[in-house]
């Protein structure tokens, strides 16, 4: 009789188990990097505010070093990444992406200059 609570009780938790990890939200991860450059002499820009932006709400920022890269993991398939300047020199931009559509790993980001 004990043996076969035992067993009820064990299926019961595993059935419990495995439902309770089925229905947890799956974790979003996709690289988007590129590089921002000047849009007249083509020279890479540093110190760009690069922000992912889903629903109005910045998600995360990172800025650009000093040969214009940027990197950073989307949170979601489709989301919206802003570029500004905070030296006010260039005027910012703004990019809708679908990362499950698109290859964002090698983004060219032309900036114009105010």
């Keep these: 009789m004990k043996r076969l609570v035992l067993i009820s009780l064990l299926a019961c938790v595993s059935v419990c188990f495995a439902f309770t990890n089925a229905s947890a939200p799956a974790t979003y991860s996709r690289t988007v990097a590129g590089t921002v450059y000047d ?3 083509l020279t890479p820009i540093s110190g ?3 922000s992912e932006i889903i629903s ?3 998600m995360q920022t990172t800025e650009t ?3 214009g890269h940027f990197s950073l993991q ?3 398939s489709k989301t919206t990444i ?3 300047d905070p030296s006010g020199d260039y ?3 703004t ?3 679908d990362t499950d559509k698109e290859d964002c790993s090698n983004l060219s980001v032309p900036l114009d200059l105010n």
Aim: net charge negative; hydrophobic share 40%; aromatic share 4%.
């Design 48 to 50: 760009i505010v690069v």
């Design 82 to 84: 802003v570029f500004s």
């Design 56 to 58: 109005g709400k910045v």
């Design 74 to 76: 989307a949170s979601s």
């Design 91 to 93: 005027r910012g931009s």
């Design 65 to 67: 070093d000093i040969d």
């Design 95 to 97: 990019m809708s992406l």
């Design 39 to 41: 849009s007249q002499d």
